[in-house]
């Protein structure tokens, strides 16, 4: 499954499932859960989302699975996790270009 397809997947089935502690995280995530999503980005980017597993993301972070699964319920939702930080720093780079009503200073950013 290509990336596209794979972000479809979890879009599709994110709208599905309750996703509330996605947005209850990105906000006050502690050292270890930004590291568990820093890891298992790099994983999923090399070995694949499916060919990825809970364990191995664990193992690589230093922490226990259950860790994984008490902050992220499961993989989709740590991989919800991950597309949603993605989602508020492209809306914090890209605010500014938004809110700005003078074509020069636009340009100037």
């Known amino acids: 499954m290509g990336p596209l397809l794979l972000f479809l997947h979890v879009f599709r089935r994110a709208i599905k499932i309750n996703t509330i502690f996605v947005s209850d995280y990105s906000l006050f995530m502690t050292d270890k859960q930004l590291n568990i999503l820093k890891i298992a980005l790099q994983l999923f980017a090399n070995e694949g ?5 809970t364990s191995r993301i664990a ?8 860790l994984i699964f008490r902050h992220f ?4 939702g740590l991989l919800l996790a991950i597309l949603k930080q993605g ?3 492209m809306n914090t780079l890209f605010s500014p270009l938004f809110e700005c ?5 636009l340009i100037g950013k």
Do not use: C, I, R, Y
């Not at 989302?49 to 597993?53: G, I, N, Q």
């Not at 193992?59 to 226990?64: D, H, R």
């Open 59 to 66: 193992k690589e972070a230093g922490v226990s699975e259950g």
């Open 73 to 76: 319920t499961n993989k989709e």
């Open 49 to 53: 989302f499916h060919a990825t597993s």
């Open 101 to 105: 009503t003078d074509p020069k200073q």
């Open 87 to 89: 989602e508020d720093e």
